[in-house]
DNA sequence: CTGAAAGCGCTTACAG
DNA sequence: CTGAAAGCGCTTACAG
């Protein structure tokens, strides 16, 4: 209940100034410090059971060990996987994440910011990023340390992590025409994100020539059973879809059922992402798996670089995806 | 890229002393100045684009409007929905969540919680207590505000919010005698935990006497099968089965697919949580729903009440829970 | 190798 | 109603 330890009682206990206990306690400073002395600190810093007050360390040195974490919605199950690559590989060096929600809705998202540079976070891992986005935008000018993850913005201001999309995207259109399709559809992700036109992009290139790209307003279920919706009223014949993420690929099975279009005896499905449970679905889908744990990790490592050396030449990161096949494809009858 | 502005450079252009600044600019002081200087002050804060420097002001305050948030895994469906709850109820209120995951491992647990209190956290929400866990024993005795959250400790040492879980499984029970069933049998959460011992109990008081309990080592699908399989062995009949919550549930799903046995045919099942994507399954899970978001969002309100006014008489709260019936549930034939 | 001092950016009794 | 001062708990040039 009492107080808890501070640097001046340790140095008390231990018969010396606090600037002496505070070098002894700091690795980077240790050395600068008699090697008796310093045994005499760290027991009288064990004795009184101290932890070092992190707030104040933060105010003289002007560094929080703090970075801030944008996502648009942790309760999507993409996020936790990326937030946990984020705390697993910022964990060893002293740092912790704050994270914030977005909601996707970008007055939120500057509000956030605001909170978190309040709080002086070090850097920020933004994995909500438009093609066009105000707000990576106002970062870089003020010069706020930044990695991408996930998305992209069109003006590569920052390093990126992200999947290589466009190689996914050809290794399931590949195995669909293997298959022997013919017909084939891409129900995209909203053209505002990075992962939706490059997705749309690779579509094009490696599909017949003329295969119907259908958008969707969101990455949600309800959004991809829109736009299976209209795709099936205007091309009847499709026989193989591939869809813009997981949610969307959800929205389209349910459509297929609304039509009695049976999966993927009719109709073959791919998803993408790999999301948790995909694998439990009847049919269990087939998917892009896309390793979101390590685009977190890569990410918050990167980072970790530019905070220990500002001003090197920032790396960008694109991660090999494979397909997962599961049930939900099959070649055409 | 300069520095951002500090309270002494609003001040200055404000025409004021830095003490009567800070006045204007706090709402629970701004009474105390002057309304016109208060204009000056607000009008520099907003020319200068101020943005109070919040690790300053822990230091001096002492409350650094932050608290920790222990969860075993971000990873695990409940977990995102039950922080989201958190974080909305905290937002108001300008609190942050320091989010911590202890993989359900003690000594993990113990390491974040004591960098949670290095960066002064003014209090805890726990959603990682065991039954007798001796950091909610530690907590307490440090005096450190703590709500715990969905799961409870045997020594009620703080406030707590679950869901009323006893009437969660009468109803389940219920639900299957009034089907017809005669044979129930009970796949129970680990022993370790209050949600495993509270459910089981409600379960041996509202199943027929003898049922049979078989208990999972954790809150896993591998768990769940395993158990699964040692009830199926050891009592054929059973024609219904409550699993401690979904993810058993999934095991069991997969255990009777394994032996060829239909659900909800031959046996019906019932999860506990209606985690996301349950209602996706073939059959949909039939199974009872928490409120997480809630849960999450009541146990932060009554920590920001601690917080307010300490020493104030702590309510502990359970929340109602209701049956879900979806496909998995059936009359015995 | 160690100490004395200043400073990080706030807040808050204490005077007036 | 406002200012001057002290203080929160650290770190880090600067002397010696």
Redesign the pocket.
């Known amino acids: 209940m009492d107080?808890?330890?501070?640097?001046?009682d340790?140095?008390k206990l231990a018969?010396?100034?606090?600037?002496?206990?505070?070098?002894?306690?700091?690795q980077?400073?240790s050395?600068?410090?008699?090697?008796?002395?310093?045994r005499r600190v760290l027991q009288a810093a064990k004795r009184l059971n101290?932890?070092?007050?992190a707030?104040?360390?933060s105010?003289?040195?002007?560094r929080s060990a703090t970075v801030g974490v944008l996502i648009p919605d942790l309760t999507n199950p993409l996020f936790p996987l990326i937030v946990r690559g984020i705390e697993d590989a910022l964990g060893p060096s002293g740092y912790t994440a704050l994270l914030a929600n977005t909601d996707n809705d970008p007055d939120r998202a500057e509000a956030r910011f605001d909170t978190l540079l309040s709080r002086r976070v070090d850097g920020f891992l933004i994995a909500t990023a438009r093609r066009e986005d105000p707000l990576v935008v106002r970062a870089h000018e003020q010069g706020i340390p930044v990695v991408l993850v996930n998305r992209s913005t069109d003006d590569p201001l920052f390093p990126v992590v992200t999947g290589d999309d466009a190689a996914g995207v050809a290794a399931a259109v590949g195995y669909l025409t293997g298959l022997g399709h013919e017909r084939l559809a891409h129900l995209s992700g909203p053209p505002a994100m990075s992962t939706g036109v490059v997705r749309a992009r690779a579509f094009r290139q490696s599909a017949p020539a003329g295969s119907p790209v259908v958008d969707c307003d969101a990455y949600s279920d309800d959004a991809g059973a829109a736009a299976a919706r209209r795709l099936l009223d205007e091309h009847p014949g499709v026989t193989a879809i591939l869809a813009g993420n997981d949610m969307i690929a959800l929205g389209a099975l349910q459509v297929l059922r609304e039509r009695g279009l049976r999966c993927p005896e009719d109709v073959s499905l791919i998803g993408f992402n790999d999301m948790r449970f995909v694998d439990q679905l009847v049919p269990p889908l087939t998917t892009v798996h896309v390793p979101h744990h390590r685009l977190g990790a890569e990410a918050a490592r990167l980072l970790l670089d530019q905070l220990d050396r500002p001003g090197e030449p920032a790396k960008t990161v694109s991660l090999p995806l494979h397909l997962v096949v599961r049930g939900s494809t099959a070649a055409p009858r």
């Open positions: 107080k808890p330890p501070t640097i001046a340790v140095a018969g010396v100034h606090k600037a002496t206990a505070s070098r002894a306690l700091n980077r400073t050395g600068q410090v008699n090697a008796a002395t310093a101290y932890q070092p007050n707030v104040a360390r105010l003289s040195t002007n």
